[in-house]
């Protein structure tokens, strides 16, 4: 599964196959780290495909942490809770939030010890709780959520002990 490396260092390409790269990237990531590397870098190419609702889900506890750049993937389109991360720097990642029937008290990216730097969350949730960030002790740099739902209360950025940077909230909810 690990493709090729990019350059010198600690850098590699993971190139989208289109239909479930929510499975094929976590084992990536996964291999990577199980050959012993930290304080990487895997490059997203491509047209991203996400095979369900469930949240790609990338635990990089006790590492050091590494980034997944999302800069050469095209706009992500997403049912349910898109990425949930831990000691994970994402980066230029842009999400199209797809209303679904199965959006109750979800969110788009879930960070922890984290780092979310020049994403993007566009779209629309159903009902419930939802966040279009959830972040603990996490950083929120420079991104972007231009979100709605259709009932419930919806929160552009949630977190505990984050840190937010530059970021633009344009949150609708018709509740409010």
Known sequence: MIINTISQGNRFAYR???????IDLVTFVTQLI????????????????KSNAAAITIDNTGY??????????????????????????????????QNSADDVDVYTFRGTNSIFENCRITGSY?????RGFSATN?????????ITNNDGTLFGIYGHKATVIGCDVNVVSANA
Do not use: M, P, W
């Not at 989208?16 to 929510?22: A, Q, T």
């Open 16 to 22: 989208c196959n289109g239909v479930n790269d929510d």
């Open 34 to 49: 199980a050959t012993g590397l930290s304080n990487f870098t895997v490059e997203i190419n491509g047209q991203f495909g």
């Open 64 to 97: 050091t942490q590494i980034t997944l750049d999302f800069s050469k993937c095209s706009r992500i389109t997403s049912k349910g809770a898109f990425l949930a991360v831990t000691n994970v720097r994402v980066i230029n990642c842009a999400v199209y939030h």
């Open 126 to 130: 159903r009902s419930g709780a939802c």
């Open 138 to 146: 996490t950083k929120v740099i420079n991104c972007t959520a231009d």
